[in-house]
């Protein structure tokens, strides 16, 4: 971010607000900034429009080149919006609607395809298990697509070039001004040009203090809080931070009564020691305002989408993996003596311990119920069936009974053995917050397993990283992440990290 000083000709702490706007510092009245969440959300409705719309459209296209046809134009209606809403689900696992994605066209195209590509497995795999496939010509659903994705990509175009007008314009970053001129004004510039420098542009600090500096970190200081009340009636501030640590509360106090009055987003920055509680929100209870540090993840309407998640997969999984779980069981016990399956206790949802079915692996009088010992390559206890199970993830399949049993999902952190190390400790005394994993139920696959972290942790900086993603997943979940892991799984069945 560029420093807000003011050229030659500059004034000192009483600066006018005429002449701060007439500086270039302010912005003018009628150029308000452009809201990226708006952008945001407006193109995440024209993509379920126009796939829903488009649905009915098609078949009308379609009726052109066979007169023939009758249709009821309340199935396409409905076939529609279920693939405008699994596209909206899936283009935000893809990540698709992040505002500094927008004007990469390349790099959308390519999820845009593979987006679309999972709505019509979607839609495929509804209609082989209703049988109802046969009601729907491939001709419509060729015209259907090419109508889609033109529509979207188009869309993409429009918005990509409003965005490099609005840029260098200066109409997408928000006008802030700063009150407040001590080491917390100081730590929040510095904060804003490395977290936010194409998204804030600062105005200016105002202070009531006399012994207030000319300057923080090259921002000038413009005047005091009557300056910045008038300037905020003449030009546009869009938002108004307090930097003043917490234990000023008066002068808090104080200022934030004064500028309530004001049309603008009025802020109070918390300080590092604030910060470092990680508040995830502030809740208006009566009372008093509560700071809310933790939330239960994947709860209410999102753990029930998560479990109807669950059923449609095991649905269409259940009558494809049946008699492949059939046949390894029977490889297994013709390749060594012992049961088919192996039954090892782990940590489950909220620590509790669960009992996960694999396929036996190991030799049975070698086999590792504890979880203590990690398994090597080439390791003499894994009998030959077992290497190729385990290298193509095969062994895992008997935990769809676990997901039917409620015990398991299908996407969710790896269920650990209660005694599994990393390195040379356990795990859970060697990485700080390990227990936050079991905040939701474990899963068959997980982020951390599609993104290079399946197999052996032969370093604290692999075991640290694979919790990461753990935690990444949680925090962020959605139905369409969960389908882009499903994806990536089947897209990586074989891993150079298993063995």
């Known amino acids: 971010m560029t420093s807000n000083v003011v050229g030659d000709g500059d004034v000192e702490a009483g600066l006018s607000p005429r002449a701060i706007a007439r500086s270039g510092l302010a912005r003018p009245r009628g150029t308000t900034a452009i809201a990226r969440p708006v952008i945001c959300g407006l193109l995440r409705f024209f993509d379920w429009a126009w796939i829903s719309l488009t649905a009915m459209l098609s078949i009308y296209i379609y009726t052109l080149v066979n007169p023939e046809n009758r249709f009821n134009p309340l199935l396409f209606l409905l ?69 889609a994705i033109s529509g979207l990509l188009g869309a993409r175009l429009v918005v990509g070039s409003l965005i490099a007008r609005w840029t260098a314009t200066d109409r997408l970053r928000r006008q802030v001004a700063i009150v407040g001129s001590g080491p917390s004004a100081q730590r929040l510039i510095a904060e804003c040009r490395t977290s936010w420098p194409d998204e804030i542009h600062i105005v200016g600090v105002f202070d009531d203090r006399t012994r207030a500096p000319g300057e923080i970190e ?20 869009d938002e108004i931070m307090i930097a003043i640590p917490c234990s000023a509360p008066d002068r808090i106090a104080h200022f934030a009564k004064r500028l309530r009055e004001l049309p603008v987003d009025v802020r109070l920055w918390l300080d590092v020691s604030m910060r470092q509680l990680a508040i995830r ?35 269409i999984l259940m009558p494809l993996m049946g008699p492949l779980i059939l046949l390894v069981a029977i490889a297994i016990r013709m390749d060594s003596r012992g049961p088919a399956f192996f039954k090892q206790k782990r940590y489950g949802f909220n620590n509790k311990t669960i009992e996960v079915l694999k396929f036996r692996t190991m030799y049975v009088d070698r086999c590792d119920l504890s979880g203590t010992s990690h398994t090597r390559r080439g390791d003499p206890r894994v009998t030959r069936m077992g290497r190729f199970l385990r290298r193509t993830s095969l062994d895992e399949l ?8 409620g015990t398991m999902s299908i996407v969710g952190p790896r269920p650990h053995p209660l005694q599994m190390k990393a390195v040379d400790r356990f795990y859970h005394e060697a990485v700080i917050e390990y227990f936050a994993r079991h905040r939701v139920r ?21 075991a640290q990283k694979r919790l990461d993603f753990d935690l990444h997943y949680i925090d962020h979940w959605s139905l369409g992440l969960d389908l882009k892991i499903i994806w990536r799984t089947f897209a990586h069945i074989m891993d150079k990290n298993a063995y």
Do not use: C
């Open 79 to 147: 076939v529609g919006l279920v693939a405008a809403f699994s596209s909206n689900s899936l283009f935000e696992g893809l990540r698709l609607y992040e505002f500094t994605r927008l004007p990469q066209f390349g790099w959308e195209l390519k999820r845009i395809l593979a987006g679309w590509a999972g709505v019509l497995f979607i839609g495929l795999s509804i209609g082989f298990l209703t049988k109802t496939s046969a009601t729907f010509s491939r001709l419509w659903l060729m015209i259907w697509s090419v109508l």
């Open 218 to 237: 090259g921002v000038r200081v413009l005047g005091n809080i009557e300056t910045l009340i008038s300037l905020v009636r003449t030009t546009i501030i």
């Open 281 to 315: 929100d502030i809740e208006l209870r009566p009372g008093a305002p509560i700071a809310a540090l933790a939330d239960r993840p994947i709860k209410h309407w999102n753990a029930f989408q998560k479990r109807i998640e669950d059923l449609v997969m095991l649905t």
């Open 398 to 405: 008997p935990q769809l009974f676990n997901v039917i049993a």
């Open 442 to 462: 474990p899963g068959i696959t997980g982020l951390a397993q599609v993104s290079g972290f399946r197999g052996g942790i032969d370093t604290m900086e692999k």
